[in-house]
């Protein structure tokens, strides 16, 4: 199945209890939110990465300018031939830190994709820990 939609957005969400550590007010987090639908068009799959304080918005750009020119109208089910191509556009931006965290997004999406397209759980059943 081709990719045929895909929606980006940086979400900023407040914490309970703001902390400060040395310099800085921690009164927020940033993430990076992903989905993607395939052309059959049932299943959409959502992959998520933590940006810190800021940068939500950086990494909803890396994944706008960067990779999704290399996701639409590929194959979903090709996983781990995908990563590498979106890892090689990353060549000259850099393959450390938010160009990382955007990209593990857009994995987690095609795999919980690939999940609900199948059926199956994303994570498989684990039994509480009982110590």
Not at 74 to 79: I, P
Request: proline share 5%.
């Amino acid at each position: 199945m081709k990719i045929q939609a895909l929606s980006i957005d940086a979400v900023r969400l407040p914490v309970a209890r703001p902390a400060r550590i040395s310099t800085r007010l921690l009164d927020r987090r940033d993430y990076l939110l992903v989905r993607l639908r395939a052309e059959d068009g049932a299943e959409v799959g959502v992959g998520y990465a933590y940006a810190g304080t800021t940068g939500g918005s950086l990494l909803a750009d890396i994944v706008d300018q960067l990779l999704a020119p290399a996701l639409y109208d590929s194959d979903a089910d090709d996983r781990v031939g995908l990563w590498e191509r979106l890892y090689r556009e990353t060549l000259l931006s850099g393959r450390r830190g938010a160009v990382l965290r955007a990209l593990s997004a857009v994995d987690i999406a095609l795999w919980d994709l690939a999940a609900k397209r199948a059926r199956v759980p994303l994570a498989p059943f684990s039994a509480p820990f009982e110590g």
